[in-house]
């Protein structure tokens, strides 16, 4: 299967934040979610993919070409779509239209005016009158009108309403339908992802806690409960974030263990919200114990 | 080539472009009474065209801010260096078209000036190409320092930056001043007779003067190219 897009120990530090070692790849014709807590390093990422960020190690491929050296070409054959339009608002879609269309060599002009009716946006009207909905279907207008082979979403649902979440979601599941096409996209309402996504690659504090399959995360993680007693010590040592409450516990557990955990304990699968927040959970524990170590 | 066209295009778009038809009528009005004041008035007035320059390229630099154009240059398949490099070929291409049309706007009104009132047509004439490209130059070095300030500081730092170059500037002049005063340094009216007054000489005048802007704007944009270029978008 060809990788339309493979990231390999990307490294990038800020004062207060570091991408560290982030690897995973997005075979072509596939959804990625990108998920993770706000600040886990989702746009951070995005921003090297686009060579917007200027990374200190690691080596991102676009289509087998390099993000840093082949980035002109490399966004020949990319749509992208971040949280807000950046565009000038006073424009109309004709006339950002003639803006766009001369960077691309690909660009259909027939294809842009059907999408544009399709979506249902008006061509004459300035474009800062738009709802967030309708400027997120322009973005996207915008990457099918270039054939971009891949699209790149930055938190696209964030802040829609349900029916326009909706329709972007099936805009997306259209656009991958002939195979050739991918999709990377960051959001933090884990819904999205299990409606659309293929693969997912969770982050936290700038780290790769999973990527693969949606069924491999689906069958990598489960929800542990019970008495606190009847978990012995050196399970509970490969537990993903504990929360004791007055009558038991809860926490995650790596199916790979299951086979330690005994009868009186109840399993359940974990659902991706819930991943996230057991991650987050451990993250903040393995700092405490840090810090405590100090 | 054709991305700098491209770039070009983009700002010309949105500098000049609106969803209505409002800001064409405006325009409209300040052309007609532009051409009014040309006509009836002083044909030197022609150079009030270099107004439209700043025109184009404060709205251009407004927009960029206000909407975040840093994230579209990330988007579009351009390198940052080629963006600020059209922008600072878009100001040159846009005063010398403002000097070209001053010139040609100056020197009809000039013929019809001179067939009202007499006069000596080539005095006229050479006059109003001396000030036409003067005007060219100052402006054309002043929008590039502004160009540089606004992609280097941001627009919310420009202003400052702009105010301490114009007191610097204002303490150079009053020290000039004061050297001419007391008679160190040449009078303005002793420099005005130093100027050539063949026509090889004035040509050349021209060229020289036409050299200086736009090395000071490569030189500004080279050196904004080399401050912004590096930065992360």
Known sequence: MENILEIKKLNKAYPDFALKDVSFSLPRGFIMGFVGENGSGKTTTIRSILDMAKIDSGKISIFGLDSVSDSVAIKQR???????????EHLSVTQIEKQLMPFYSAWDTKVFHS????????????????????????????????????????EPTSGLDPVARDELLDILAEYIE???????????????????????????????????????????????????????????????????????????LDTQYLDEVPDSLVTEKANIDEILVYIAKEAHREELSESDAV | MKNYLNLMRFDLITAVCSAGNRPAAAALLIAAAYLILVFLGVPLISIALYIGGILLIAPLQSAAEKYNFNKLYGILPVQMRTVIQARFLLIAVSMLFCEL??????????????????????????????????????????L???????????????MKVMIYTFAGIVAVALIFGLLMHVHILPSFAQLGKLLP???????????????????????????TVRKVAPREL
């Open chain 2, 197 to 223: 007054e063949s026509a090889g000489g004035k040509l050349a005048l021209y060229a020289v003067l036409h050299l200086i802007a736009a090395g000071i704007c490569a030189a500004f944009c080279a050196g």
């Open chain 2, 144 to 158: 590039s320092f502004v160009e540089a300030a606004h992609w280097i500081y941001g627009q919310a730092n420009e």
């Open chain 1, 178 to 252: 002939d195979e050739k096409h991918s999709v990377l996209f960051s959001t933090h309402i884990t819904a999205d992802v299990e409606r659309v996504a293929d693969y997912i690659t969770m982050l936290h504090g700038g780290k790769v806690w999973f990527t693969g399959t949606k069924d491999e995360l689906d069958s990598k993680y489960v929800l542990l409960k019970g008495a606190e007693a009847d978990l012995p010590d050196a399970l509970r040592k490969k537990c993903i974030g504990f929360h004791a409450y007055r009558n038991g516990f809860e926490t995650m």
């Open chain 2, 101 to 142: 049309a001053a010139f040609l706007i100056g020197a009809v009104s000039e013929m019809l000036h001179i067939y009202r009132f007499e006069g000596d047509f080539a005095v006229g004439i050479g006059s109003l190409l001396t000030y036409c490209v003067m005007m060219f130059a100052f402006m054309l070095a002043a």
């Open chain 1, 115 to 154: 999408r544009i009716r399709q979506f249902g946006l008006p061509e004459d009207k300035a474009v800062g009158t738009f709802s967030k909905g309708m400027k997120m279907k322009l973005m996207i207008a915008v990457a099918l009108s270039h054939d971009a082979e891949l699209m790149i979403l930055d």
């Open chain 1, 78 to 88: 990319l749509g992208v779509v971040f949280d807000s339009l950046y565009l000038a």
